[in-house]
């Protein structure tokens, strides 16, 4: 089932998936120590990134944008869904706009939709996405621990650890 954001959900997908991506995402961009963004995981998400001694670190990039364009249900699991996004955000130097391609895993948990995990699309040479499973704390230590390249540093913000992320 594919959804635009014009298309009103069914009542059981209140809110939508996209909701919670386009809170999240703005949890992120506005940045700051109060942010909920952790709280916008699946449980299991949450664990494991405790676990490993991460958490979610709003980059607080007030320039950058976003936009959600919709979302999927998966055709087996009406419990899982892929939301679309677009993040935009000018380089260092104010200039160009570099946007990414994001497709975001969510789970319906009792507290609603909650993000599982994220694929991102940072070079458009890349020939495959960078993909987080935010739920394998053991992949996350591994990617988290890898040197940054262009295309794992942007998408480390998303989980970087909890005293270094600078930008």
Do not use: C, Y
């Amino acid at each position: 089932m594919t959804t635009n954001v014009g298309t009103p959900p069914p009542a059981s997908l209140n809110p939508p998936p996209t909701d919670i991506v386009s809170q999240f995402l703005d949890e992120i961009r506005r940045g700051g120590e109060d942010s909920r963004a952790n709280a916008l995981l699946t449980a299991r998400a949450q664990s494991e990134l405790n676990r490993i001694g991460q958490k979610i670190q709003p980059i607080g990039s007030p320039n950058a944008s976003f936009e959600v364009t919709r979302f999927e249900l998966h055709p087996e699991d009406a419990t899982a869904a892929m939301v679309h996004s677009v993040w935009s955000e000018p380089n260092a130097e104010g200039g160009n706009v570099a946007s990414s391609q994001v497709v975001w895993a969510l789970r319906q948990e009792k507290s609603g939709w909650r993000i599982s995990g994220l694929a991102i699309t940072i070079e458009p040479e890349a020939e495959d996405p960078l993909v987080f499973n935010f739920e394998d704390g053991n992949q996350m230590a591994a990617m988290l621990s890898e040197p940054a390249t262009s295309n794992s540093e942007v998408s480390s913000q998303a989980a970087a650890p909890k005293s270094t992320l600078n930008r």
